[in-house]
């Protein structure tokens, strides 16, 4: 079956360390994205990533970190210096768009952050 | 920037039609999207429209733009109770990857 997988579902950290939350994709998309999640708030976009080895801030980038070093693979690092990381973390890809085309993203089934 | 303001919540009664609105600012926008959300979950696409639409219908759902008051409404007629759930509707930026998400509707279906 084609997906997005997050694990875990849910994570539980101490203040203070940073934590790593999992984000794979078997769909063959180019672009992959993280929003964070909040009541009331809708969703905002941390980072998001068109290819390989090339990612770029979103709305709310500020203490998360991102790598790209394969397709299938988007990993975010929420660091000590975000100050209220306790939230739920959506992943989602899509093929790469063009300027003016329809962006379909196709969303994993999330991880809940809570940060003690 | 872009910005997509929805009410946050709506009830109603089985059976009944549900219409959720959402407003937004991009005139540019190309796509207008509506995206489902059960609880604990991630969000499913529903229904899209094209800018140059006015009106999408698929099954229950039926979406309506008006662009000059760069208005969006989707439509669910006969709702049930598996309808229950966060809508959010979102528009594509100008850009090439970007979607700006409206802050959801709880839609609560009661029997």
């Known amino acids: 079956d084609g997906g997005i997988t997050q694990s875990p579902k849910y994570l539980f950290r101490k203040e203070g360390q940073n934590v790593t939350l999992s984000c794979e994709q078997n769909l063959n998309h180019d672009a992959m994205y993280w929003y964070r999640q909040d009541p009331g708030q809708g969703l905002r976009l941390i980072y998001y990533?068109?290819?390989?080895?090339?990612?770029q801030k979103g709305d709310i980038a500020e203490g998360y970190s991102v790598s790209r070093e394969k397709k299938e693979s988007f990993p975010l690092t929420v660091t000590s210096a975000q100050k209220n990381p306790t939230a739920f973390y959506l992943c989602?890809?899509?093929?790469?768009?063009?300027?003016?085309?329809?962006?379909?993203?196709?969303f994993g089934p999330g991880t809940r952050l809570t940060v003690l | 920037g872009e910005d997509v303001e929805q009410s946050l919540f709506l009830s109603v009664r089985e059976g009944d039609s549900s219409v959720i609105n959402c407003t937004y600012t991009?005139?540019?926008?190309?796509?207008l999207y509506w995206y489902k959300q059960e609880p604990g979950a991630g969000l499913q696409l529903l229904t899209y429209i094209f800018s140059n639409m006015d009106m999408k219908q698929d099954q229950r759902l039926t979406v309506l733009l008006n662009k000059k008051d760069k208005h969006l409404s989707l439509r669910i007629a006969d709702t049930q109770t598996g309808d229950s759930a966060i809508y959010f509707c979102?528009?594509?930026?100008?850009?090439?990857?970007?979607?700006?998400f409206g802050t959801g509707t709880r839609l609560l279906v009661s029997p």
């Open positions: 979102a528009e594509s930026d100008t850009g090439f990857q970007k979607l700006v």
């Open positions: 990533s068109q290819i390989v080895n090339d990612f």
């Open positions: 989602a890809s899509s093929i790469r768009r063009t300027s003016g085309s329809l962006n379909e993203q196709f």
């Open positions: 991009d005139s540019s926008s190309t796509y």
